[in-house]
């Protein structure tokens, strides 16, 4: 079975762009969570979603926003970018609810470069 | 309160000897702790988790140290390799509505040939 997979690889933006990462969770898992990992840092949490419903938001400004689509794929936007939002963001899924402690297993991630 | 602190921050073993990896908590609130690997390009991958009504668990050359009474949790690599050398991260898991991890801040090992 494919494991998470994210789109695209790499991504170059300028400062005030706004940017759309996207995540595709493994077959049948229907919980997809985003995480922010600053180079030399551990990933921090900015979303979780569940059945196309937010379930957890970090302490992330309101420039990220989310959404989960009815096949469980998911959409990080970012806007009016900013140079620290240079980042790896990597998406999260696992198969159940969010009061589960399933095994979140990440995809490759996407790296964003502000400049 | 919501901060795993991780540490050492580096470390260098030689292929064989063992790699010590130690992490501690606050808030008695976390519920689940797993290990994470991490190769540079790649997404943080689970190598092994525990809960803490558990004092040890081994998997493979992996096992994790619990210790409730003192909040803090390690992870040991048996026999390491070169292969093993990777970033490894901590994390915590606070129960309720959010499988959010809290992750500590990496430790990146090199095992010696």
């Known amino acids: 079975d494919a494991g998470v997979t994210q789109s695209p690889t790499h991504l170059i933006k300028t400062r005030g762009q706004h940017v759309t990462l996207r995540c595709s969770p493994i077959?049948?898992?229907?919980?997809v969570s985003w995480y922010q990992q600053v180079l030399g840092q551990g990933p921090q949490f900015i979303f979780q979603?569940?059945?196309?419903?937010?379930?957890g938001r970090g302490n992330f400004p309101d420039r990220f926003s989310a959404r989960q689509f009815p096949n469980y794929s998911s959409e990080l936007n970012v806007n009016a970018l900013l140079l620290g939002d240079s980042a790896l963001y990597l998406c999260?899924?696992?198969?159940?609810?969010?009061?589960?402690?399933?095994?979140?297993?990440f995809g490759p991630g996407t790296r964003l470069t502000v400049l | 309160q919501q901060q795993v602190k991780q540490s050492p921050q580096s470390l260098i073993v030689q292929k064989g000897g063992i790699s010590i990896i130690n992490c501690a908590y606050e808030?008695?609130?976390?519920?689940?702790f797993p290990w994470y690997q991490q190769f540079p390009g790649k997404g943080p991958a689970l190598l092994i988790a525990i809960r803490p009504d558990v004092s040890e668990k081994k998997e493979g050359r992996f096992t994790i140290s619990f210790n409730k009474s003192a909040k803090q949790f390690s992870l040991h690599i048996m026999d390491s390799q070169p292969g093993d050398s990777a970033t490894y991260f901590c994390a915590a898991r606070r129960g309720g509505a959010t499988n959010k991890l809290i992750f500590g801040t990496g430790t990146l090992l090199a095992v010696q040939p």
């Open positions: 999260a899924s696992s198969p159940d609810r969010p009061l589960s402690t399933d095994t979140q297993y």
């Open positions: 979603y569940y059945e196309k419903e937010e379930r």
């Open positions: 077959s049948g898992h229907k919980s």
């Open positions: 808030n008695t609130a976390f519920d689940y």
